[in-house]
């Protein structure tokens, strides 16, 4: 007879219990606290007529001491261990119920069970149809927890994973799918069965947002090919300031879109020379263009990266030589193109930084493009 066992205890270990695809164990509240019954189970012989199981304690001096001896005729028993250390033995019996071979003797560990206890969740209010990201703190938490999100209306659950930190304080449930619209609890069950939970936790219906901002800021001008006239040939223009008003309607998970009205103005200060003598020349460039703009979140929605594309039109107003007594105007069509960095530090304020790049088209074909970098704040809603 071979004289082999398999022995396979479920412990009360979060690591071991992960691996399993269904439990090997019950907890009995007959008697009013929960008890943990395990399954010690092994590889059955082919003529064994019997089972005889020992379990000795570890005791503190490194000795054991016998706690069971029972016999089965199946191929498990079932038992409850407290958490501690043990040693198990498996002896089979032939038919004419000798002991057959000697078995070893198998060290295990059995761990404490632990309650999880939820303390708070964050955020408790979801954005609709946008994966759930939450970030738990509470105690007891283990790994190979389950975590599901139940709704309070219709009892459906969605299961995500949960990552814990070192210490068992905290922890992050990432869910896969968004979660409809409704009132969930946070339910967290540990690998040894015991659960806590914590709730409300909202979605609100998805909906239709303006979700519209204006800003400010400054907005100098760099000529970087063509230009306006054979006056105006300076490569810098400092002085500037620009308005922008946008409003996000669509939403799909971390990027918003919509549409962007900029206006901006520099002012227009060059030099010439003719016949010998430096003359001034002066003017304004203003500008109105309209965007599409589409922007994507990041670090829990406190940092965009936005783009936009579009046109408008450009004007040259009151250039005018020095000691001219008018000025001139002219009107270009324009496309241009944008990039900005946006950081919102409240809920309702932000600063952006980036360039826009201009093409004007000119009826001299000279077609003039412009970079304009610019700094800025602004208000959003």
């Known amino acids: 007879m071979v004289n082999r066992f398999f022995l396979v205890l479920v412990l009360l270990l979060p690591a071991a219990l992960s691996a399993q695809e269904k439990k090997s164990y019950v907890i009995d509240t007959s008697s009013g606290t929960a008890r943990f019954i395990q399954r010690i189970s092994w590889y059955p ?8 199981v020992r379990v000795e304690e570890r005791l503190p001096d490194g000795g054991f001491r016998e706690i069971l001896r029972e016999s089965a005729e199946a191929d498990y028993l079932d038992v409850s261990l407290p958490h501690g250390s043990y040693r198990v033995r498996i002896q089979a019996y032939d038919l004419f119920d000798r002991p057959a071979g000697d078995p070893p003797w198998i060290n295990l560990e059995v ?25 738990l703190s509470g105690r007891g938490f283990a790994e190979g927890s389950r975590v599901t999100l139940r709704n309070r209306a219709n009892g459906r659950e969605e299961t995500g994973v949960f990552i814990p930190e070192p210490g068992g304080e905290k922890g992050r449930a990432v869910f896969a799918s968004p979660p409809a619209a409704g009132v969930y609890d946070v339910i967290l069950e540990n690998p040894g069965g015991l659960s806590g939970y914590l709730g409300p936790l909202t979605v609100p219906p998805r909906r239709l947002s303006l979700n519209y901002y204006f800003s400010a800021g400054y ?24 308005l922008r008003f946008g409003i996000m309607p669509f939403e799909v998970n971390n990027f918003s879109f919509g549409f962007e009205t900029k206006a901006g103005w520099n002012y227009l200060r060059s030099s010439y020379t003719s016949r010998g003598a430096v003359y001034r020349a002066a003017g304004h460039f203003a500008d109105l263009r309209l965007n599409a703009a589409a922007q994507m979140w990041l670090a829990d929605r406190r940092l965009a990266l936005m783009l936009s594309g579009g046109g408008g039109l450009a004007s040259i107003l ?3 030589k020095q000691n001219s007594v008018s000025g001139v105007n002219v009107l270009y069509p324009s496309l241009d193109a944008g990039f900005s960095v946006i950081w919102q530090f409240q809920k309702t304020f932000f600063t952006a930084a980036g360039a826009d790049f201009q093409y004007l088209f000119s009826a001299d074909k000279t077609n003039p493009a412009f970079l304009h970098p610019f700094v800025g704040a602004g208000v959003k809603f």
């Open 45 to 52: 012989e082919e003529y064994a007529s019997r089972y005889e």
């Open 111 to 135: 761990l404490p069970a632990l309650q999880p206890e939820l303390y708070a969740v964050n955020p408790d209010v979801l954005r609709p149809g946008e994966p759930a990201s939450l970030a």
């Open 219 to 242: 907005k100098p001008m760099l000529p970087l090919s063509g230009q306006i006239n054979d006056i105006l040939e300076s490569a810098f223009y400092p002085a500037g300031v620009y």
């Open 318 to 320: 009151g250039f005018k």
